[in-house]
């Protein structure tokens, strides 16, 4: 044996063979297949000198591993057998002789070569160790137990162990652990130490056997448990079949049957369901298919089929709730009230499909909501801001686990009729993503023509949409697509006037924020310049959301006053002095602080190179400053203040007029040659785009070059072409408003947008001169009469409306 040749003074040079994730231990026989051209030759010097190989353990699956890669200890083998495969491999048979740390890695020569020093064994015991292996032993035989898998006659040499080493060696050779913890038995050299390091691992992994194997009992019985049911349940229809007896209905199936036959569905769904109920009452009722196709047969029976609510035809009625809800509004109104005509003449009537279009906090949604009421229909309403996946709108195939249908079916079954009015909101805002693009799914849905036969993907039959009247809400149309808008009746609800807001604060707002804080019975009153006040120096939008914050923040102030004052409000049981309060236009100052905002930048003084244009935005009007200045310098057109770029080919648009008129406007031909032009647009920090600045910046163009001011209030918009033209712009209520609330004398517009005059408010064309021009030259006539032109034409005035 090699125990008697090899002791641990004596070192010796072996070829070695890398092994991955196995380790060999003395007196364990071992198959291996070698097929590196290293390991090969290795195998090959063995069998040709003393047969005798060290097993070396690699850490990781390298292929050319690295001394590095090696755990220092490994095991002397004896080369049993030895069998060449046709592949070129080589399929070995060794028994493991003894263990042996790594002293050196030779320089290899296409074989791996180490020098070695063997670990010897101890043969010697004491009552310590001979108790450990006692213990050893029996863990061992409560493995084998466990594991079910290790042959009695392992169990039975491992029980004849004769001393604690070769008892090591043998139970790490037959158990299923980690290399990692093999390899730390295998480096250890003491015996008492190896017993104890082994007997933690292997009280482990009994402890986990026998976790596992209660976990699968208790599968095995459950299992066992359902297959008796079901052979129960055989039996007991075959028994009823055989008395005559109806079978039981333990699925449901008939009962969801004669709810769905109740709602009076089409023919087409009411034998969708028939053939799923069918499946349904074949399936045992605990199984998961026939929990899928119960929920689906109760989708069907829930969903409202032929159950619609009484439309209020009163159109006095209609228009009277409509105004108790809001102020202004109307071409939405009219249009309400229109459809409520039509449906006393025709009883089948599609529903509108009407988009509210308009800035934030104009009443869009709550208009809805009012449409609703004014109608006597259920009211519905889905947010779709963020919405980016198409199953949200059109739901999952039902054989997804946890699926439902879209949130068009959702919302219709809450609803429980066929005809209500749905609102979806914020369609401006939908995404898309690699889960699909809702904006399509819902192409169906806001079609006329298509969604009486809208397919929802869950239920797999079409559902009639076509009496629901959906109304959606926008702040902007033009990240909309195409086909959607084209799908919808635009109704544009712009911002509102001072005056309309200052209506709707005193009728609207102030006496629903006096009731919502408990001073109903208090006397509260707003001065009309408090509230003017209120919606100049602290709110700055189009719409009165943030104005009924800030009046809401009003009436808290003053409902905390009337406490402390011992007034009760609406808690009280009558007979107390009402508490009083009086806001005034300067003590506004007092219950909302210094002012949020200041009246948009307007110069009240003109110098050459300022003139003020007016500019669309989501949250409204505003106006437009925009500074030139004249440098000297090489001919540079230099354009600050966040501009886009449409916005700076109008102004390259504007100089290029310029140069090409310029003895029109008195300028020498290479006028620009010693210049520097430097056009700013303020609030530099805020992006601005869009081409209805052209005539702006043409005008402050010229004003700078030939010195001469426009006029402080004085606005204007509209685009310029190169040859001088003006076009129409958009967005003219709102900005005609914002002109209106910083006090502008007189508006220049493209004589293109004349119609736009009649959508206006009363007091802002009342207070506004405007000038509609076709050309530049005609608006330079009007801008700057002092300056000599050839070819001016005459300026279209407005007249003054009466």
């Keep these: ?136 032993q029996e863990s061992f035989k409560r493995y084998a137990k466990l594991k079910k898998k290790v042959p009695q006659e392992t169990v039975r040499t491992i029980l004849k162990a004769e001393y604690p080493d070769k008892l090591a060696d043998l139970i790490c050779a037959n158990i299923q652990i980690k290399p ?65 007896r109806g079978e039981d209905d333990a699925t449901g199936s008939k009962e969801l049957l004669t709810r769905i036959e109740g709602k009076n569905p089409p023919a087409e769904i009411l034998e969708k369901a028939r053939k799923e109920g069918a499946r349904l009452s074949k399936l045992q009722p605990m199984s998961p298919e026939a929990g899928v196709l119960r929920t689906y047969l109760e989708w069907i029976a829930d969903l409202p089929w032929d159950q619609t609510s ?25 249009r309400i009230l229109d459809f409520i005509a039509v449906r006393q003449l025709k009883e089948r009537l599609k529903g509108p499909i009407l ?71 914020e369609i401006d805002k939908i995404s898309s993503d690699f889960r699909g693009d809702p904006a399509s799914a819902l192409l169906e849905v806001l079609d006329p023509e298509q969604n009486s036969t809208f397919m929802d993907h869950y239920l797999e039959v079409p559902y009639d949409l076509s009496g629901v009247m959906f109304i959606t809400t926008a702040n902007s149309v033009h990240s909309i697509p195409r086909p959607l808008v084209d799908r919808m009746e635009i109704i544009e609800i712009p911002g509102y006037t001072d005056f309309e807001k200052a209506r709707i604060a005193s009728d609207f707002i102030i006496p629903k924020q006096v009731i919502e804080n408990g001073l109903s019975r208090a006397k509260i009153t707003f001065q009309k310049g ?58 506004i100052y007092k219950y909302l602080g210094n002012p949020k905002f200041q009246e948009d930048l307007v110069y009240k003084e003109s110098c050459p190179g300022l003139v003020h244009g007016l500019a669309w935005t989501e949250l409204g009007g505003t106006l437009l400053p925009v500074e030139i200045t004249i440098l000297e310098g090489n001919g540079e057109l230099i354009l600050t203040g966040s501009l886009g770029d449409v916005m700076k080919e109008s102004a390259r648009i504007a100089l290029s007029f310029i140069l090409s008129k310029h003895s029109l406007f008195g300028l020498k ?44 209030r004085w606005a204007m918009t509209g685009e310029v072409t190169l040859t001088g033209r003006i076009l129409p712009i958009g967005g003219v209520k709102e900005k005609i408003l914002a002109a209106h609330r910083n006090k502008m004398d007189l508006v220049l517009m493209p004589e293109g947008n004349r119609k736009d005059l009649v959508d206006l408010p009363k007091e802002a064309r009342d207070s506004i001169k405007f000038v509609f021009v076709d050309t530049v030259l005609e608006a330079m006539g009007t801008l700057f009469p002092d300056l000599e032109m050839k070819n001016r034409k005459k300026r279209k005035e407005d007249p003054k409306p009466g």
């Design 180 to 244: 990692e913890k093999k390899i730390g038995i295998l480096r250890i050299e003491d015996p008492a130490e190896r017993l104890e390091q082994l007997a933690v691992l292997l009280e482990s992994e009994n402890e986990f056997l026998n976790l596992q194997n209660r976990i699968s009992s208790k599968v095995k019985k459950r299992m066992e448990h359902n297959q008796k049911e079901y052979f129960l349940n055989e039996q007991l229809k075959e028994i009823n079949k055989e008395l005559g």
């Design 669 to 712: 031909a290479d006028f620009q040659k010693t210049i520097d032009i430097h056009i700013h647009v303020p609030e530099g920090a805020i992006p601005k785009d869009g081409p209805s600045a052209g005539i702006t910046m043409t005008s402050a163009m010229i004003s700078a070059l030939t010195e001469i001011p426009v006029r402080s």
């Design 1 to 136: 044996m090699i125990l008697k040749t090899l002791n641990k003074s004596i070192k010796t040079e072996l070829p070695m063979v890398p092994l991955r994730e196995l380790i060999v231990f003395p007196h364990m026989i071992a198959p291996f297949f070698v097929g590196r051209s290293g390991s090969i030759k290795a195998v090959e010097e063995a069998m040709a000198t003393e047969k005798l190989i060290f097993l070396g353990c690699q850490k990781n699956q390298k292929e050319t591993p690295g001394e590095e890669d090696f755990w220092e200890v490994g095991t002397i083998a004896k080369i049993l057998q030895m069998l060449k495969l046709p592949d070129g491999t080589i399929r070995v048979l060794a028994e493991g002789q003894q263990r042996a740390t790594i002293t050196r890695h030779l320089p290899r020569k296409q074989v791996y070569r180490v020098q070695v020093q063997p670990i010897v064994d101890k043969t010697e015991t004491d009552p310590t160790l001979l108790a450990m292996i006692t213990t050893l």
């Design 310 to 334: 009484n439309d209020n035809r009163d159109i006095n009625l209609a228009a009277k709730i409509l105004d108790e809800d809001h102020f202004g509004m109307k071409k939405p109104k009219e």
């Design 530 to 587: 408090a509230i003017l006040e209120i919606i100049h120096r602290y709110t700055m939008e189009s719409g009165v959301r943030n104005l009924e914050r800030e009046i809401a923040a009003v009436i808290r102030k003053i409902a905390r006053k009337a406490v402390k004052e011992g007034f009760t409000g609406d808690l009280s049981p009558g007979g107390e002095t009402p508490f009083r309060a009086q806001i005034t236009t300067k003590g």
């Design 355 to 425: 988009c509210l279009l308009g800035p934030p906090g104009t009443g869009k949604t709550s208009l809805g909501r009012s449409v609703a009421r004014a109608l006597g229909r259920e009211f519905l309403r889905i947010s779709l801001g963020g919405v980016r996946d198409e199953a949200e709108i059109r739901g999952h195939r039902k054989t997804y686990v946890g699926a439902l249908p879209g949130k068009i079916l959702q919302s219709m079954k809450k609803a429980a009729t066929t005809n209500p009015v749905f609102l979806l909101d």
